[in-house]
């Protein structure tokens, strides 16, 4: 009996730890297949991927949110019972269809009228937030196929641009910062059809050369007090002014230059029709008499309603065939004291573009009232032009495009510089080799956001002036000896304000001839910045800085 009852018990106790180890295995395999841990990715990891988010919505509609999956294999994939999920639950989304070759398959949200023009493979609900997510996309067995975990913010994308959060590399980690960035202007939404919506620019062929002149404050920066004196800048604005046969559109911000105020009066009194757009919290205090003066001439201002943004233009449209633009403002320190620069552009084609974006703010639709409605590409016989007006027109997103093509240098002047987008591209061009030379005002370099310390620590040489006025110019040069000089200027100051709030203008100019100009003027300007004021000095402009 004993004997019988141990062989019995030896048999039983390796089933009972047999059984209860089958049990437990299947209950961790059950585990393992729904716990949200990436070490835990199943061996086809990323053979589909979250390519590209616009969890931020479209121009159209915050709620106009959609996302993007690639194939990254070279065979179809049925995506029959997999899901894409956050981990707090909304949206949770269950696929269907299949997604071709090295192809790609779209999700939109709530309808199929999110992505203009193309097809939705799948219509899903649930919105993403706008502080971030963590996404599973996960296959018919509940593996984890791909991850993006930007719980704590998303990687990349803008919400007052609209624009989407795009995969840099297939082969690395959704869970990657820096294997993200942004898709500038609206994305590039793509089914499995492959049709895709985008929103590339459409260039203009204007046919005629670029017929242009540039004028900078001469008596900048050694200037010490205003003057009633003209400058070579005044005089041709005024030459512009008194010359006009018909019609004269201003949009404006600081106002006090008297010889300007007169000038517009009396082109109003021999019959031009003046029309002006300013600025409502100018033109009540600092700038409130000159404005006046306007008003008791007859002539009729427009200004903005809004405490928190600006009218900040400073551009004429004469005749409707010439624009003034640039950094002046029409005023004692903007024409004798601080350092500013203006362009005139003789072109019907420009004044046409100016004359759109003045006519929407004359209607009394300003900042985010206002509408992209204007063409942005321009080609004057060879030489590209490209037009953008703030808030409504991405620029921010085209002068980070613009800056990634430096190849050899960047110039810049610049009063306010405040947003990281643009001060992480400059740092990742000093990454690639490109030369950074930078002036900030010492105002403007103040503001805790400012870039400069961050461009000095990673190898840029900026300056910082010491000059009586301003350095209130807002331009750059890149490649000013490379292949495609390029010159951006205009009202806008580098700062999510000036991006995505204010009423401004920008130029990005590609001409030789103009980049040799403004960098002409970046020298005249450095060489009177003391040496102390300048951070990681090299021998290229020592000489400059001697006084």
Known sequence: MRQDTGCRLRFFIPLLYGTLGVVFLFALLQWASIKPVSANVSAAARDVEINEVAWMGTSTSANDEWVELVNTTASPVDLTGWTLAAGDGTPSISLSGSIP?????????????TVPSVAADLIYTGALGNDGEQLFLRDDTAAVIDEVDSSAGWFSGQAEARVPMLRVDTAVSGNDPDNWTYNPRCGSATNSAGVSHTCILTETVVGV???YSVYFNLLAPAATVTTTAQTPMETALLSLVNNASSTIDIALYGLNRLSIVNALIAAHNRGVTVRVVGDDDAAANEYSSF???????????VTDSSLSQIQHNKFLVVDGTVVWTGST???????TLNANNSIVVTDTTLANVYTTEFEEMWAGNFHSAKIDNTAHLFNYNGTLVESYFSPTDVVAF???DELAQADETIHFAMFFWTDPLLTDRVIEKLGDGVDIYGMFDQLGEANGSSGDEAMCAAGAQIGIENFTGKLHDKFAVIDVNGPDPTVILGSYNWTASGAYANDENTLIIHDAALAQAYYAEWQRLWGSIDLANICNPDSVYLPLVIK
């Open 209 to 211: 050369d670029l017929d």
């Open 291 to 301: 404005y006046q003066m306007l008003t008791d001439a007859g002539i009729t201002i």
């Open 101 to 113: 070759a090295g192809g790609y398959f779209l999700l939109e949200r709530t309808d199929d009228t």
């Open 398 to 400: 085209e002068v980070w």
């Open 329 to 335: 403002n029409f005023t004692d320190t903007g024409v």
